[in-house]
């Protein structure tokens, strides 16, 4: 079986949401953060959750990543009802938990609105 592989466009984290990069397959890298909520849902086919995405641990969101729920690596575990922090197990492509305060670098395709008022990233790889 093959597989088809798609090559990201490497972006710096502050350009990411121009309008130029909508629709297109990119990666940068940033710190995710659940900033006090996450919110998931299947609007697009599978059950996604977004975390905000900042230059720096605990900074100002650039973009929103959407993780797709799961137990398998690239995924975002199920969050209970009134999770802390602590219980965030967001996995690598290696399978590895990544914590919140660690850089990684993120890819997929991105979703931005002409005027950038909505910017995000649908993920489908999570590396450190």
């Known amino acids: 079986m093959t597989g088809c592989k798609r ?20 990666s940068t890298s940033g710190f995710l953060d659940d900033k006090g909520g996450v919110f998931c849902s299947n609007t697009g086919g599978r059950m996604d959750c977004g975390f905000a995405v900042s230059a720096a641990a605990g900074g100002d969101r650039v973009f929103s990543a959407d993780i797709e729920q799961g137990g398998r690596a690239g995924q975002v575990e199920k969050l209970p009802s009134g999770y802390k922090k602590e219980d965030i197990k967001i996995r690598d492509n290696g399978g590895n938990i990544i914590r919140l305060s660690e850089k990684v670098n993120l890819t997929g395709e991105m979703s931005i609105a002409p005027d950038g008022s909505v910017c995000f990233m649908k993920v489908d790889k999570i590396e450190r």
Do not use: F, G, H
Not at 12 to 22: F, G, I, R, Y
């Open 7 to 26: 090559d990201a466009v490497p972006t710096e984290l502050s350009t990411v949401c121009s309008p130029a990069n909508e629709k297109k397959y990119i």
